[in-house]
């Protein structure tokens, strides 16, 4: 079975710090991976999505990047965070060709 | 652009009764429609899904309709519990197909014992 894995869980980071978070799908080959933050209380807003290895969409203009390095492999980069990139981000995975999106447990990332 | 709205944004509901929660989309073009649900601190997860060349399923206590000519669907929950207590959140496949959805606001449920 298909299994989708996110950390660090939980990160708290300061102003003008990087950032890495990583995403890591086993039991499944190239598949359709997404990035998307939620601010508390609020919707899933999309951030990347990737259909293969060295393809990224960016879906909002941000100081955030995205990048797969590996087929299963999905890494969210920031040089410098900003108070607002505040929230819980998640990771998501779809089979190639298919229609559902199964999500991670999520990354609650503070900037302080 | 494309838009789904969902309705109601809070939904407070005593223990056995049930829920419903309704999604209207913007885009002809979408025909797949999944329904998840997110617990506090947690990723969100699918309850039920519906494409669009059927108008209904259900599954256990959960059911879903689809009204293709209206743009909207539905969500049904009968003899709710304590443990149906989260954020449900639809969505719609925009029309670069099924790579992105476009998601509603979330409906916080709470079933009260």
């Known amino acids: 079975s298909q299994t989708i894995h996110q950390w660090p869980a939980t990160l708290v980071q300061p102003v003008g710090s990087p950032l890495s978070l990583e995403c890591t799908v086993e039991?499944?080959?190239?598949?359709?991976l997404y990035w998307y933050r939620q601010a508390a209380g609020r919707g899933l807003q999309l951030l990347f999505y990737?259909?293969?290895?060295?393809?990224i969409s960016s879906e909002v203009p941000q100081n955030l990047s995205a990048s797969r390095p590996q087929d299963r492999q999905f890494i969210l980069s920031s040089k410098k965070l900003l108070l607002s990139d505040s929230g819980f981000y998640l990771c998501a995975w779809r089979v190639g060709g298919g229609d559902t999106q199964y999500f991670g447990p999520g990354t609650r990332l503070t900037v302080l | 652009g494309e838009n789904v709205e969902q309705h109601p944004s809070t939904l407070s509901v005593q223990e056995g009764d049930s829920a419903v929660i309704k999604c209207t989309y913007s885009d002809s073009a979408s025909n797949y429609f999944p329904w998840y649900k997110q617990e506090l601190g947690k990723g969100p997860q699918l309850i039920i899904d519906i494409r669009s060349n059927v108008g209904e399923k259900k599954d256990q206590r959960i059911a879903v309709t689809l009204n293709k000519t209206a743009k909207h669907f539905s969500l049904h929950i009968t003899e709710t519990q304590p443990e149906d207590s989260a954020v449900y959140f639809c969505a719609a496949s925009g029309t670069s197909g099924t790579y992105k959805y476009i998601f509603g606001t979330g409906t916080r449920l709470k079933v009260l014992a």
């Open positions: 990737s259909v293969g290895i060295g393809q």
């Open positions: 039991g499944t080959s190239n598949p359709n």
